[in-house]
């Protein structure tokens, strides 16, 4: 099959450019090629002339005034990925943007506007929507067997101080805008993305030597939609599982790597109706509710039978769908006006932190 490589120019090759797109881009030259990418550090420019192959540039600016690109992925430090993405917008180029997309809403509308007004993509790297673990919670939760979901929890904590760019501010930073673009996509994707919802959020600085969150406690709420406890912390000595999902019928917990779930079928239970008169058991004694369910279980583990790591397989799974999109008209699966709802709930969850984000 004759397949069109896009030419993909690279801004960055820091833990993001090249760690995570560039490396794996090399991967699949059928789909991609790696013409070009852009470091202020020169070791880190040599060291993608020898891996990749393609040229290598100072400034981001340089390399698409040289470059004819069909892709830019905006690796850039956070706080530069809307700037940056604007400009490569309103010049024509077709944008692949990392996590987080921007900062507010505002500024969602602005990128939105200028890729309806060149004609250009704007996509954002949020591949967590292919966690196989994810897609896999999807599945269950579709077939109906958990019954109505009552709560979701999304916990993804651990003990760690931090002292890099990314817990400033003005970087951006923080474990909201770091983590928390990934499972608050997931949680969306579950609540649902045509309302938004209640929200109550929690930050505390803990651990980290900066001026941004390292605690987050974010609970979104709906009418006749799942409450949502989401949970990112550096401050958890006693990690819990990442997933534990409550439902009327049964419930589903577990990790990226390793999930089950229980459940119950109604029609196989015992028939029961309130009874507001004192309960007795067979001895005539005083007793609580007591009855036998059916319990039926399910249970999954990951598998990467192509051997790419699970972070790279759903890397991977964006970029395919990004090249069928730009290639063949298929649906773009994430979209910038998704990411919009993330960004009006990061930024209740500031509003609400004054003492840390001061208004």
């Given at each position: ?27 699949i ?12 550090l020169?070791e ?44 490569l ?22 990128l ?48 760690a ?20 673009p ?9 609540f ?13 600085r803990?651990?980290t ?45 577990g990790?990226?790597t ?30 609580y ?71």
């Amino acid at each position: 099959m004759n397949r069109q490589a896009l030419k993909v120019g690279i801004i960055g090759q820091g833990r993001s450019g090249r760690n995570i797109h560039g490396n794996l881009l090399a991967t699949i030259p059928e789909y991609y090629t790696i013409a070009a990418v852009s470091d202020s550090l020169p070791e880190r420019r040599e060291l993608a002339v020898k891996e990749y192959g393609c040229r290598a540039y100072e400034s981001w600016e340089e390399m698409v005034r040289h470059e004819d690109l069909d892709l830019v992925v905006n690796a850039s430090p956070s706080h530069l990925h809307f700037p940056i993405s604007l400009e490569l917008l309103n010049r024509g180029f077709n944008v692949l943007c990392e996590k987080p997309l921007a900062k507010t809403a505002e500024e969602v509308d602005q990128l939105i506007e200028a890729s309806e007004r060149s004609g250009k993509v704007l996509a954002v790297f949020q591949q967590s929507r292919y966690q196989q673990a994810f897609m896999k919670i999807r599945e269950v939760i579709d077939s109906g067997v958990l019954g109505r979901i009552v709560q979701v929890n999304f916990t993804l904590n651990n003990f760690a101080r931090r002292w890099d760019w990314q817990t400033l501010q003005s970087n951006n930073g923080g474990n909201l805008m770091n983590t928390g673009p990934h499972p608050l996509d997931q949680a969306l994707q579950l609540f649902g993305t045509d309302v938004m919802p209640q929200i109550t959020c929690i930050m505390d600085r803990a651990n980290t030597f900066g001026d941004a969150e390292d605690y987050v406690k974010l609970i979104m709420r709906g009418e006749g939609r799942p409450t949502i406890d989401l949970e990112i912390s550096s401050c958890c000595a006693y990690s819990r599982e990442q997933f534990n999902i409550q439902g009327t019928n049964g419930g589903l917990r577990g990790s990226v790597t390793e999930l089950e779930w229980k459940y119950f079928k109604p029609e196989e239970a015992p028939e029961q109706k309130l009874i507001r008169e004192p309960l007795f058991d067979s001895n005539g004694m005083p007793a609580y509710c007591s009855e036998t369910l059916i319990w039926h279980t399910g249970s999954w583990k990951l598998s990467t039978p192509d051997g790419l790591s699970p972070f790279d397989e759903m890397t991977k799974t964006l970029y395919l769908m990004l090249h069928r999109h730009m290639t063949e008209g298929a649906e773009l699966e994430i979209t910038p006006q998704q990411v919009r709802q993330q960004m009006l709930v990061m930024e209740e969850c500031r509003r609400q932190n004054p003492h840390i984000y001061k208004p």
